[in-house]
């Protein structure tokens, strides 16, 4: 299979939309001339015209609006919001509009549109630029919200996306654009089912819970726990927030009795507490040890590199809190080993 770059899997998907279905259109802030904040639109505008590719002014409440217009009238748009941090301008229309028009109407009308927008820290772009507000979004019924980690998954879900006959908020991490991962050739049918969790790496002695780009560094934590402790990690990447696939969560934690939630997002009210307080519904009498979650600290982000760095979620972090959770049962099956100390300390970050 070819490897390429998250930004190419989505530039290519949305090519390969268009050229497949005429009603698809992109919009967006300097999607066209100028091809993206980060590329992702690179030459569409060349190949499709500035009927599907449009730019659209600093204005997202109306551009947002204009597209869920468009969406009831039977065409498809993929808006592009330059970064998270900007969607805050378009929440009514988000919120009360597009979410709730096709319960309101009676089911009379849909909303088939998907809004694409990067977030994430670690880029210096301090406070107001670095956010991960995504869980505002997946408390909202009506609204699907998934946010894909590697670049077939990028590909599979913004396929299903913009084939949705509802609302869906694609959600993108600055830190993924330029990962690689192997992505099939294109299929018609390879299109990734939204609201079905993936466990990226199978085992049997704890169970790691993330999404978006915490768990592509889950994977490699799972990778050095495994080499250098003999800790058998299961890694589930959410995938999508909303729908949130609770069964692939439970079904994990039931097997391995230990689970650690992490994420990017602030700790308190955020997608961990929401998974956290699933397993202890659904699989409370299966821990051998409580849930731990590691998750960005509860501060506006800093600008100051070394700042930023001691406010975000690590790997580190996560190796700390696994060991934790494994000395608190009374350690790991088989050869490992384990150090609560540490991850005590990581473990209460947020």
């Known amino acids: 299979?070819?490897?390429?770059?998250?930004?190419?899997?989505?530039?290519?998907?949305?090519?390969?939309?268009?050229?497949?279905?005429?009603?698809?259109?992109?919009?967006?802030?300097?999607?066209?001339?100028?091809?993206?904040?980060?590329?992702?639109?690179?030459?569409?505008?060349?190949?499709?015209?500035?009927?599907?590719?449009?730019?659209?002014?600093?204005?997202?409440?109306?551009?947002?609006?204009?597209?869920?217009?468009?969406?009831?009238?039977?065409?498809?748009?993929?808006?592009?919001?330059?970064?998270?941090?900007?969607?805050?301008?378009?929440?009514?229309?988000?919120?009360?509009?597009?979410?709730?028009?096709?319960?309101?109407?009676?089911?009379?009308?849909?909303?088939?549109?998907?809004?694409?927008t990067p977030g994430g820290g670690g880029q210096q772009l301090a406070a107001t630029h670095s956010q991960n507000p995504e869980v505002w979004f997946a408390h909202t019924p009506g609204l699907k919200v998934v946010a894909p980690s590697t670049p077939a998954d990028a590909r599979g879900l913004l396929k299903a996306s913009i084939r949705d006959d509802d609302p869906v908020l694609f959600l993108e991490n600055l830190a993924l654009y330029n990962t690689k991962g192997e992505v099939p050739e294109d299929r018609p049918d390879d299109v990734l089912p939204i609201g079905v969790a993936d466990v990226k790496r199978e085992g049997s002695d704890i169970t790691i819970i993330s999404?978006?780009?915490?768990?592509?560094?889950?994977?490699?934590?799972?990778?050095?726990?495994?080499?250098e402790d003999g800790?058998?990690?299961?890694?589930?990447?959410?995938?999508?927030?909303?729908?949130?696939?609770?069964?692939?969560?439970?079904?994990?934690?039931?097997?391995?009795?230990?689970?650690?939630?992490?994420?990017?997002?602030?700790?308190?009210?955020?997608?961990?507490?929401?998974?956290?307080?699933?397993?202890?519904?659904?699989?409370?009498?299966?821990l051998d040890a409580p849930v731990r979650r590691i998750a960005a600290a509860e501060v506006p982000l800093p600008y100051a590199k070394n700042m930023e760095l001691a406010a975000l979620p690590t790997g580190q972090h996560l190796v700390d809190a696994v060991h934790a959770t494994l000395d608190a049962s009374g350690g790991v099956r088989g050869n490992g080993r384990s150090n609560g100390s540490k991850g005590q300390r990581s473990a209460s970050r947020g």
């Open 1 to 116: 299979m070819p490897e390429v770059t998250y930004r190419q899997a989505l530039h290519d998907t949305l090519r390969d939309e268009m050229l497949r279905d005429e009603n698809v259109f992109l919009m967006g802030e300097e999607i066209g001339v100028f091809e993206g904040s980060y590329k992702i639109t690179a030459g569409l505008l060349q190949e499709f015209g500035a009927k599907r590719v449009r730019d659209a002014p600093i204005a997202e409440e109306g551009f947002v609006g204009a597209a869920i217009g468009a969406a009831m009238l039977g065409l498809r748009p993929v808006v592009e919001i330059m970064t998270i941090n900007f969607i805050l301008l378009a929440m009514d229309q988000i919120i009360n509009h597009a979410a709730k028009i096709h319960y309101m109407f009676g089911g009379q009308s849909r909303v088939p549109m998907v809004i694409r």
């Open 231 to 286: 800790i058998k990690a299961e890694v589930i990447d959410l995938r999508s927030l909303r729908p949130l696939d609770r069964a692939t969560i439970v079904d994990s934690v039931r097997k391995t009795n230990r689970a650690v939630v992490f994420e990017e997002d602030w700790r308190a009210y955020g997608i961990g507490a929401e998974v956290a307080a699933t397993i202890q519904e659904h699989a409370f009498d299966h």
């Open 211 to 227: 999404y978006s780009r915490m768990a592509a560094v889950a994977m490699h934590v799972a990778e050095q726990l495994a080499s």
